[in-house]
């Protein structure tokens, strides 16, 4: 009796199979330690993958996007480098040089008289020293006219008329009742001027290559006042617009038009 109620049973689970009863899987629940959820069917499962997939590769295609941007911002700037240099462009760097060493040659002039180098020697060098104090605005303004900045309007616009409004200061301190005043004001936008082309060639170059401008910046600032300033900050300044001259004339034109941090050093 027995083995025919088995045999029944076989019978029976055999033919609901055969409907596909026995294919229904209910949800399983699961719970951890942060929340309790639910897990979701087969087909459910592979859905939610396909959303996920297709929110992953929507990012993946703005990573590439974005990377893609990068690529090609600095294929412009090889570009820029790679560059010729137009002869415009020589022409105001070559002389964006030339009167950055008469800014070096006038201070070493001024500093020869401060440091009273010369004294007991005979030799008389007070014209030369009123002549380099009269050509200063000149030359610092004409430098910081001249060099080449960002291409940003304000940067232009800006290191342009500070180098034009020194300029004009060396004429103005030449009239009588406001020589002194005029003096005065001409004397602090020439050290204005100098710390603005010290800090461009720190900004281009970096500042691991452009250690004399440190020194002029902290000098310059020292000497804003002509006639209060700290001993020796004459020497030091001087020392220090020496040597960034001096420096100028290894380097490329090219250099002087984009932002290299000294990459020509390396080659």
């Known amino acids: ?31 951890t330690t942060s929340s309790r959820y639910c897990r979701a069917p087969p087909q459910r499962t592979v859905a939610t993958l396909y959303f ?3 929110g992953n590769d929507t990012d993946s295609k703005d990573v590439v996007k974005s990377n893609v941007d990068d690529i090609d911002g600095m294929k412009d700037d090889t570009n820029e480098i790679d560059r010729s240099v137009t002869l415009f462009e020589r022409a105001r760097i070559i002389s964006y040089r030339v009167a950055m060493s008469a800014s070096a040659l006038c201070l070493c002039v001024l500093a020869v008289d401060d440091i009273g180098f010369l004294e007991g020697s005979g030799a008389n060098i007070g014209q030369l020293v009123e ?16 060099c080449p900045v960002p291409r940003n309007k304000l940067f232009e616009v800006g290191t342009v008329s500070l180098g034009l409004a020194t300029i004009s200061s060396s004429f103005i301190s030449n009239v009588g009742d406001i020589q ?13 001027a100098l710390m603005v082309v010290s800090i461009r060639e720190i900004f281009y170059f970096g500042v691991e290559y452009k250690q004399e ?25 001087a020392l220090g617009m020496s040597i960034l001259a001096a420096g100028k004339l290894f380097e490329p034109c090219k250099e002087d038009l984009v932002r290299s941090n000294s990459e020509f050093l390396a080659e």
């Open 131 to 146: 002549r380099s104090s009269n050509v200063l605005p000149i030359v610092a303004g004409g430098s910081l006219s001249l």
């Open 180 to 192: 002194q005043l005029a003096g005065s004001i001409s004397w602090s936008l020439s050290i204005i």
């Open 213 to 237: 401008c440190i020194i002029t910046l902290l000098t310059l600032a020292l000497m804003l006042d002509h006639n209060n300033h700290i001993p020796f900050t004459f020497p030091l300044c």
């Open 52 to 54: 996920s997939s297709t």
């Open 1 to 31: 009796m027995s083995i025919i109620f088995i045999l029944l049973f076989i019978i029976k689970l055999h033919s609901l199979t055969s409907f596909g009863v026995t294919s229904f899987t209910a949800p399983s629940c699961s719970i």
